[in-house]
């Protein structure tokens, strides 16, 4: 409907919780995408790789370290490579200590659990896939995994699944493989380079500082291969009044770490 006039409009930005909601509970488990869901979050961002043994795990660093007693638990194995580890190691691991003893015994999630945790009718996922030159054919994976587990079912894959990478080969893969999945370029290329891009991803997902009017107004003006606009969401964002005046430049997506902070800022305005 039409503004009266001096209305300003509704923001239409929406929150992406990212690797879960990691302010309240670590990240890339299960229990931050519980999270997410309980704060009434729709749309969830995690990120995959895969084990020695050829499974997909969700994981954001390439090295264990950091968000698992790796180091503990197998001290002679440094860096602690994601790709050095089986499955079953990987298993053992505690993925929630290091961020609070109230998550001890959160384990690294498969894609496969992870897929089944999060809900078809509730939830949308932007899968990152994180990378992926290191994991050669993860592209036919993710596909395997998420048909399997029904994500690439006509009703929800045109609204409730994106994947995104840094890697603009394999989103190429990807989108040859699966041209009804809407896929996410991470960067902020130049104007002039992204109707290259308009060819095989439906969303320019930046980091936030990178974002102008202009450039937002660029990405906007191209159709993606589904041949709808193209989309914008910015990286990472907790802050409320960020939030704000990212929507104001006309961004679609904040991917936060405080998805409900965030949320509750837009909601405001
Ligand atoms: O979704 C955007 C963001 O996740 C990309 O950066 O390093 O957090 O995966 P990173
Ligand atoms: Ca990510």
């Given at each position: 409907a039409a503004q009266p006039a001096g209305a300003v409009a509704p923001l239409n930005t929406y929150a992406i919780a990212h690797r879960g909601v990691p302010v309240e509970a670590?990240?890339?488990?299960l229990a931050s995408i519980d999270r997410a869901a309980a704060l009434g979050i729709e749309w969830v961002e995690n990120d995959v790789q895969r084990t020695k043994d050829g499974a997909l795990i969700i994981m954001h660093d390439t090295s264990l370290a950091r968000t698992t007693d790796v180091e503990q638990r197998y001290p002679r194995r440094a860096p602690w490579k994601v790709a050095d580890f089986t499955l079953a190691e990987i298993q053992k691991l505690d993925a929630g200590s290091w961020f609070d003893r109230r998550f001890k015994g959160e384990r690294v999630p498969t894609l496969r659990s992870y897929l089944r945790r999060v809900d078809h009718n509730q939830q949308k996922l932007l899968l990152e896939a994180k990378e992926p030159g290191l994991y050669p054919g993860i592209e036919e994976q993710l596909v395997t995994e998420l048909r399997r587990a029904g994500w690439l079912d006509r009703r929800h894959v045109a609204r409730r699944l994106v994947v995104q990478s840094f890697d603009a080969k394999s989103l190429k893969a990807f989108h040859r493989l699966r041209p009804d999945v809407r896929t996410g370029f991470l960067g902020a290329p130049k104007a002039a380079d992204l109707p290259s891009y308009a060819k095989f991803v439906d969303q320019i997902n930046p980091?936030?500082?990178?974002?102008t009017a202009d450039w937002v107004r660029a990405v906007h003006a191209l159709k993606g291969p589904q041949g709808k606009r193209l989309t914008v969401s910015a990286w990472t964002v907790d802050d409320g009044r960020r939030a704000v005046a990212l929507a104001r430049l006309g961004v679609d997506g904040i991917i936060s770490n405080a998805p409900h902070v965030v949320e509750e800022a837009l909601d405001e305005e």
């Amino acid at each position: 409907a039409a503004q009266p006039a001096g209305a300003v409009a509704p923001l239409n930005t929406y929150a992406i919780a990212h690797r879960g909601v990691p302010v309240e509970a670590p990240e890339n488990t299960l229990a931050s995408i519980d999270r997410a869901a309980a704060l009434g979050i729709e749309w969830v961002e995690n990120d995959v790789q895969r084990t020695k043994d050829g499974a997909l795990i969700i994981m954001h660093d390439t090295s264990l370290a950091r968000t698992t007693d790796v180091e503990q638990r197998y001290p002679r194995r440094a860096p602690w490579k994601v790709a050095d580890f089986t499955l079953a190691e990987i298993q053992k691991l505690d993925a929630g200590s290091w961020f609070d003893r109230r998550f001890k015994g959160e384990r690294v999630p498969t894609l496969r659990s992870y897929l089944r945790r999060v809900d078809h009718n509730q939830q949308k996922l932007l899968l990152e896939a994180k990378e992926p030159g290191l994991y050669p054919g993860i592209e036919e994976q993710l596909v395997t995994e998420l048909r399997r587990a029904g994500w690439l079912d006509r009703r929800h894959v045109a609204r409730r699944l994106v994947v995104q990478s840094f890697d603009a080969k394999s989103l190429k893969a990807f989108h040859r493989l699966r041209p009804d999945v809407r896929t996410g370029f991470l960067g902020a290329p130049k104007a002039a380079d992204l109707p290259s891009y308009a060819k095989f991803v439906d969303q320019i997902n930046p980091n936030h500082k990178s974002v102008t009017a202009d450039w937002v107004r660029a990405v906007h003006a191209l159709k993606g291969p589904q041949g709808k606009r193209l989309t914008v969401s910015a990286w990472t964002v907790d802050d409320g009044r960020r939030a704000v005046a990212l929507a104001r430049l006309g961004v679609d997506g904040i991917i936060s770490n405080a998805p409900h902070v965030v949320e509750e800022a837009l909601d405001e305005e």
